[in-house]
């Protein structure tokens, strides 16, 4: 095979829609630990439960917009709740017990989808409007990356502008640094805390939403997310946004070119980046540049 | 005091209720992937046992009692089968396991089983059959890979054109796919142009795509099973690939596959099934297995609830044939060469080397015309006698064990 310059800018491209996925999970994920100090083993089954809420609303309403924002609120609530009552009682003791939680929580929720929706694939139509690929000169991307690119760069641009220039962003920033002097200024935390947890698996299930079209809605779909979504976070730096930006920029490309020229090593060769960044740079790429 | 012996007297009634419903004591253990990458298939293979048993004990049980099989999830990992299966076997005193659906675990269970002196029916594909792995207690009711292979790359080479490219998902089921169809490449003139290697699981080969593309074969080989075959099989699509003059061979299709990828499996697809429900058609004992199966879970029978039931039926009717449960020697006597006539007509299983000597199906995508459960229709059948070495070369593992695959 020819490593010709067209093929390559070809595998830049789909590395870069690669990306695009994890970094609406990895900015997800950074949000909730930079906030809570969570460590969210249940964010792949936010995901999942993502693309199981815009096939349900899909199937409902023949509508993948509706779908997609659907996904995003109804996970969104139940982030909210799973915050509210199994998490937020753990706060203050050992890191371990949340940790343990949401992987405990993750397992049950998995099954109880086994239960109600069984193992067979969940399929949400791709929109006739993303069909096809955009192609120019043997350069061609799937309509459907592209839209997943742009999107994700829209979400970036919200963030960017809700945590520098909103109040409620700049709270959420404070309460992220020192929480205890934003409590004194009369601010309720607790609910900064809940909402900022719901804002991050929403963006997971975003992701979810995303994927369910490109990929069948299954209970286990999580899972390796989950996985994948640590590798982008601890590349970037646990807490820092920039860091996950980063890390699922560089983990979309290692992916595209490692299944180019050695497929078989795709899987491994992301473990191995980031065994290779955590020997330069122990705390990951903008693991000391602070939070959020 | 009378309060809290009444309750604990309730307890102690039905716990004692509870041990005498364990007490009926199973005669084999089945475990599926129940969970994971190929859980929907899983889930169609033990549907197949469920029936089967179902049958077998509305037709009066085994030695004239109810048969009692233990079912469970081998959440598709070697180790968790293997301790299982043990647990059933050293706990319970089973002498005959079955089920899994990969071909890297069934030989990897064949190995404990032929250790342990202990009965192993494998529904899936699998190379037990082959080489050093045929030690003598294990059973295929599915095929072996190489059959689809061989099955799918000669249709394709007689019909779909000559140049070739293949995704292989790297496990022993993957690879046993590649090497048939390197060797009918090779006896057909066909002209194998690359081969991309897939992990186990992946679900993204959209990093694959702009690779197939610039190669531009006549036909892609799509070897790879369970979520993986869906999710390539939608991303080939949404790249528009699909529609033009590309032929997608599947050597080991799905009908949930199928059913997902919905209007992209179109004309261009063809896929490899060792049972199509529409093979009813064919033969008439097929309509009562699909009718009944259809009635219990409101789905027609894929091939690998076709391997669960026709493996868990003649396990319980040579239990039957032989009037024992537990005597491996007996049982092993009895199913060689024991001779079937289920859901494909009259059927055996060989007695040189344990393969159910069966066909294989080629049905072809007819995208918008799929209704309700009609996905596609069988443009062609490969009897046993076309895809099955002889025993000796299998005894040998040769041709195909002896190719040198791209890579490794």
Redesign the interface.
């Known amino acids: ?1 020819e490593l ?1 310059p ?2 390559i800018i ?2 830049m491209l ?2 870069l ?2 990306g695009a996925v994890y970094i609406l999970m990895a900015c997800g994920l950074t949000i909730i630990f930079g906030l809570l100090d969570v460590v969210n083993f249940a964010h792949g089954t936010f995901y999942m439960l993502g693309a199981f809420a815009a096939f349900v609303i899909v199937s409902l309403f023949g509508n993948f917009w509706l779908g997609l924002a659907s996904a995003v609120i109804i996970v969104g609530l139940i982030g909210w709740v799973t915050e509210t009552y199994l998490i937020k009682p753990l706060y203050g003791k050992d890191p371990l017990y949340p940790l343990m939680l949401t992987f405990g929580f993750s397992v049950a929720v ?1 099954d109880l989808m ?1 239960g109600i929706f ?4 969940k ?1 949400v ?2 929109p006739q409007i ?4 955009l192609m120019w000169e043997g350069i ?1 991307i ?1 309509k ?2 592209v839209f997943i690119i742009f999107l994700t760069l829209g979400v970036l641009i919200f963030l960017w502008y809700f945590f520098k220039k909103t109040n409620l962003g700049m709270i959420i920033r404070a309460a992220t640094r020192d929480s205890l002097m934003v409590r004194t200024l009369g601010i309720n935390v607790p609910r900064i805390w809940t909402f900022g947890f719901a804002l991050g698996v929403g963006l997971a299930a975003l992701a979810g939403g995303v994927n369910s ?4 809605a ?4 999580g899972v ?1 997310m989950t996985i994948e979504c640590f590798v982008v976070v601890v590349i970037g730096g646990l807490g820092s946004l920039g860091g996950a930006i980063l890390g699922g920029l560089i983990i979309g490309q290692v ?2 070119f490692v ?2 020229l050695a ?2 090593w ?2 491994v060769a992301i473990f191995i980046t980031m065994l290779l960044i955590l020997l330069v740079r122990t705390r990951g790429l903008f693991g000391e540049a602070g939070r959020l | 005091m009378k309060k809290s012996s009444w309750i604990i007297g309730s307890v102690f009634l039905f716990t004692l209720m509870l041990s005498g419903v364990a007490s009926a004591k199973p005669i084999a253990a089945l475990l599926f992937p ?4 190929f ?2 298939m ?2 169609d293979m033990k549907q197949g046992s469920e029936l089967a048993l179902e049958e077998i004990n509305a037709k009066g049980g085994v030695l004239g009692q109810k048969a009692e099989v233990v079912m469970g999830d081998d959440e598709f990992k070697a180790p968790v089968a293997i301790r299982k299966y043990k647990e059933m076997v050293d706990g319970q005193g089973i002498k005959a396991i079955g089920g899994t659906l990969s071909g890297g675990i069934s030989v990897a269970v064949n190995e404990w089983a032929c250790k342990n002196k202990v009965l192993y029916m494998c529904f899936c594909h699998s190379s037990i059959p082959l080489g050093k792995e045929q030690c003598g207690y294990g059973f295929v009711s599915g095929m072996i890979p190489y059959q689809t292979g061989v099955a799918t790359a000669k249709y394709a080479f007689q019909n779909l054109g000559k140049s070739w490219m293949i995704v292989t998902q ?1 496990y022993r089921f993957g690879t046993d796919e590649l090497s048939a169809w390197l060797t009918v490449s090779e006896k057909m003139g066909g002209k194998f142009l ?1 081969n ?4 186990l ?4 080969y ?6 197939i ?3 531009n074969p006549e036909i892609l080989v799509i070897n790879v099973y369970g ?1 993986s075959m ?2 390539i099989i ?2 080939l ?4 690939l699909t529609n033009k003059k590309m032929k997608f061979v599947i050597p080991k299709s799905h009908l ?1 596959s199928i ?4 209007l992209i499996y179109n004309e261009n697809f063809y896929g490899g099934h060792e049972y199509y429900w529409t093979l009813q058609d064919k033969f008439p004992k097929a309509k009562k297995f699909i009718e009944a199966y259809g009635k219990k879970y409101g789905v027609p029978p894929s091939q690998d609830a076709d391997g669960g039931y026709t493996g868990t039926r003649a396990l319980l009717e040579a239990m039957n044939a032989a009037k024992t449960t537990t005597d491996v020697a007996k049982l092993v006597k009895t199913l060689e060469g024991f001779k079937m006539d289920y859901n494909k007509g009259p059927e055996e299983f060989r007695a040189c080397d344990h393969i159910r000597a069966t066909s294989v199906v080629i049905v072809k995508g007819i995208g918008a015309k799929a209704k309700d459960w009609n996905f596609g229709e069988v443009v062609a059948e490969y009897p046993a006698s076309e895809t099955l070495e002889s025993c000796e070369n299998n005894k040998k593992d040769v041709p195909y064990g002896a190719v040198k695959l791209p ?1 490794k």
Do not use: C
């Open positions: 095979m010709t067209t093929l070809n595998q789909f590395g829609a690669l998995t086994r069984g193992t067979i694939g399929t139509p791709l993303f069909t096809g690929s061609f799937p459907y990356r079209t490109i990929q069948s299954l209970p286990d779909m390796e992916i595209s299944s180019l497929s078989d795709s899987n | 129940l969970s994971g990458p859980s929907a899983g889930t790297d690359g991309i290697y897939s992990p699981g992946q679900v993204d959209s990093a694959h795509i702009p690779k593309a610039a190669t979520q869906d999710a939608k991303q699509g949404e790249a528009g949930w059913k997902a990828a919905g890579g």
